[in-house]
């Protein structure tokens, strides 16, 4: 399902049950959840730099107390964003 919603991206469309990631995250990082086999799972994304979407993370959500997600995983988001962003400055930079 990640797949679809992620491709509606691309198009610009915002897909079904999308919304910003929270948890302290930028409100550009949006966040999908989906359901299978009693799990949840959750993809972080970010679609406001012109022309790309990137997916910063895809995890099984695991939290051991609560509902918030676990620190490991928004750290990762955070870093992944900022290593999109720079990718993302350099590649259109140079076109």
Do not use: C, W
Not at 56 to 78: C, E, M, Q, W, Y
């Amino acid at each position: 399902m990640f797949g679809s919603a992620l491709l509606d991206t691309q198009y610009g469309d915002l897909p079904e049950g999308a919304r910003p990631f929270g948890e302290g995250l930028p409100s550009k990082v949006m966040k999908l959840v989906e359901d299978h086999d009693r799990d949840t799972y959750r993809a972080a994304y970010v679609a406001s730099l012109p022309g790309a979407v990137y997916v910063l993370h895809v995890f099984k959500k695991k939290s051991t107390t609560g509902i918030a997600t676990p620190r490991p995983d928004t750290n990762r988001i955070r870093a992944r964003l900022a290593a999109a962003e720079a990718h993302h400055r350099d590649t259109y930079r140079m076109a």
